[in-house]
């Protein structure tokens, strides 16, 4: 029904910096808070932002000052612009939505992309 695309991980040198893509696609009805997460190995899935139809944002504090989030509406597209990147940033990157079908208009589901590596090293 409603699938999610991510892209733009890779490796990348501590301070560097990377910019993520998501893209939602199929039956919508209107996307409404699209946000991105992460899974270090051995760590459950964190948030890292959030972002709202009005652009009102929501960040982990550990990126905070260096990730910044945002969306085309239009286009039904999530951005993460991620700056000085730590090893520690080091995990899978996956892009949610939340989305109302044109069957259920009242009624959100949750979606997730498959996930893109983003590594930081030396």
């Known amino acids: 029904q409603v699938q999610l695309v991510e892209s733009g991980g890779d490796l990348v040198q501590p301070g560097g910096s990377l910019r993520l893509s998501c893209a939602a696609s199929?039956?919508?009805?209107?996307?409404?808070?699209m946000g991105w997460y992460r899974r270090a190995p051995g760590n459950q899935r964190d948030l890292v932002a959030v972002?709202?139809?009005?652009?009102?944002?929501n960040y982990a504090d550990s990126v905070k000052g260096r990730f910044t989030i945002s969306r085309d509406v239009a286009k039904n597209t999530v951005y993460l612009e991620m700056n000085n990147l730590k090893p520690e940033d080091t995990a899978v990157y996956y892009c949610?939505?939340?989305?109302?079908?044109?069957?259920?208009?009242?009624?959100?589901?949750?979606?997730w992309g498959h996930g893109t590596q983003v590594t930081v090293s030396s």
């Open positions: 949610n939505a939340k989305v109302a079908l044109p069957s259920a208009p009242s009624r959100q589901e949750n979606y």
């Open positions: 972002i709202n139809r009005g652009g009102s944002t």
């Open positions: 199929g039956m919508i009805f209107v996307v409404n808070d």
